[in-house]
């Protein structure tokens, strides 16, 4: 079966230094990775005012990191300069489609997992889909914001896409 492990992008600084939410994206990856033998890597990510104001996209500085872990550079499609998850989603389907891929392990964060599932159950209803969600090691105040951001989020996507 052909896999491809998507990397959900984060944020980075005016450097391209990864998050500490990137780098937990990254290091869940590099374990997806390891289980799954031969698969291929989609690492996401473009530009955006709350995620990245470098000259390259977020992906490349996913890309380059995992790299320096040893995932060798022929495991890796097409990067995907999305602004967001449902960009995410969409942008990936023609990598996956162009690969005959057939099944996902989409990474994310953990308290982010349940748009991204919504989002890509809707875009790949023929592909095997697995999620994994890395830990979030924020403070408390921290993320009690950022989840509730994402059940707002989701709320708003189930309005916008409903079935």
């Known amino acids: ?3 491809a492990i998507v990397v959900l992008g984060s944020s980075n600084d005016t ?3 990864l998050s500490t939410i990137a780098l937990e994206r990254c290091r869940e990856a590099l374990s997806a990775f390891r289980a799954h033998r031969g698969a291929w890597i989609i690492p996401t990510g473009g530009w955006g005012a709350h995620f990245n104001t470098t000259a390259k996209p977020h992906w490349r500085y996913v890309r380059a990191y995992l790299e320096a872990q040893g995932i060798p550079g022929a495991s890796f499609l097409a990067g995907v300069e999305s602004v967001n998850t449902i960009e995410d989603a969409r942008l990936c389907r023609p990598v996956v489609e162009g ?4 099944e996902l392990v989409v990474v994310t964060s953990d308290f982010h997992v349940p748009r991204a599932r919504f989002l890509f159950e809707r875009e790949f209803p023929g592909v ?3 999620f994994l969600g890395a830990q979030t090691h924020l403070g408390k105040d921290e993320l009690a914001r950022l ?10 996507l189930r309005v916008r896409f409903p079935n």
């Not at 690969?99 to 057939?102: A, L, N, P, R, S």
């Open 1 to 3: 079966m052909k896999t």
């Open 147 to 156: 989840r509730q951001h994402e059940e707002q989020a989701l709320a708003q």
């Open 15 to 17: 450097q391209g230094n």
């Open 99 to 102: 690969h005959g891929i057939e």
């Open 128 to 130: 095997r889909l697995t």
